[in-house]
């Protein structure tokens, strides 16, 4: 087993009396994709920052391939950051553009080598004819595409991704999530992917990494941590709508919600429960009780009903062809098997 590209081990930084990363313990293997997934304010950008070394961890280490980064200036840590808002020169070709990494000072690439990766890395990412475009002519997706040709043409050891496509329109977020998933695939070199954008982080991530407030409070695959969230605060990174969180108590061997309503089969000697249960498992018939149906949402494939059961708000997700409309009374019934029992 090779040995991973990236470990952070406690890395902690605070801007002023302000906690930016509060002893984040990650690690990325030698060609992992990992997505960092976190609200506005979560983090993300300064934790790429600081393992760019372009900001200076308070406490904690970072190592890249076994090197200690405390000793590694920026250049010398051979990692490329792409950031969201795209960084071209627009008075440039993107040939220039494409070109401008490989003759920084010291590279000193030959001109051959130099037009073999821009050729390189343009058929990868489909703007062969755009080469002498100027930059400022492009549209918003061409621009990400140069701009994250510029940096693959370095041929980095580890790819550092700020919310590269928090910009575009949806239909291009999700044709370029699939073409970059495949572009890191074939470069095989490790990316560390931040979005506050769940369909990013189920669709691309070999793994995810859920950083609220400077913490990483869970990492897993996309299955475990949507299957089997660790808590509601993890629970409400991931699913549209939202994982239910029903407060409960035990009586006897089952645990009922706090108004009385039976939710499912209690085991454990906890007394007091959230019940977690994502809206394709709760099922509209077979319940001990009733509830509510106060609002209907159609989704297309799919209809959202908003329940009023078991003293609170639960949603419910249901094929097209479900009739419920507003004022209904169904019988929910929780998939058991599929939920999440938080004491």
């Known amino acids: 087993m090779s040995a991973p590209a990236l470990v952070l081990r406690g890395t902690a930084k605070r ?64 990692v490329a950051l792409v950031f969201q808002n795209f960084s071209l020169y627009p008075g440039k070709s993107v040939r220039a553009n494409l070109e401008f990494p490989l003759r920084a000072p010291g590279r000193r690439l030959p001109e051959g080598e130099i037009a073999e990766r821009v050729a390189w890395a343009a058929k990868l990412l489909h703007i062969e004819r755009l080469l002498e475009r100027s930059a400022r002519a492009l549209s918003g997706g061409e621009m990400q595409r140069v701009a994250i040709g510029r940096a693959i043409v370095r041929r980095p050891k580890l790819f550092l991704m700020d919310e590269p496509l928090t910009n575009l329109d949806a239909k291009l977020r999700e044709e370029l999530r699939v073409e970059l998933r495949e572009l890191a695939r074939e470069l095989q070199t490790p990316v560390v992917w931040v979005t506050h954008d769940q369909a990013e982080a189920l669709t691309m991530g070999d793994r ?136």
């Open 15 to 78: 801007f002023g009396p302000t906690p930016a990363l509060g002893g984040v313990d990650l690690e990325v293997g030698a060609r992992e994709f990992l997505v960092v997934l976190g609200p506005t304010g979560a983090g993300k950008t300064t934790l790429l920052r600081t393992i760019a070394g372009l900001e200076t961890p308070d406490s904690g280490a970072i190592e890249l391939f076994g090197r200690d980064a405390a000793a590694l200036a920026p250049a010398e840590r051979d």
């Open 208 to 343: 995810i990494a859920v950083l609220v407030a400077g913490k990483v409070l869970q990492s897993g695959t996309p299955e475990e941590v949507y299957r089997r969230p660790v808590s509601p605060l993890v629970a409400r990174q991931l699913g549209t709508p939202p994982m239910n969180a029903i407060p409960a108590r035990r009586e006897g061997g089952d645990w009922v919600a706090l108004d009385g309503t039976h939710l499912l089969a209690a085991h454990g000697a906890a007394q007091n429960a959230t019940i977690g249960v994502r809206p394709e498992h709760v099922e509209l018939s077979g319940g001990k009780s009733e509830a509510t149906v106060e609002v209907v949402e159609d989704l297309g494939p799919a209809r959202v009903l908003v329940l009023r059961w078991a003293g609170t708000e639960v949603h419910a997700l249901a094929p097209r062809g479900e009739s419920a409309r507003p004022g209904d009374r169904v019988r929910p019934r929780i998939a058991a098997v599929h939920a999440v029992v938080w004491t």
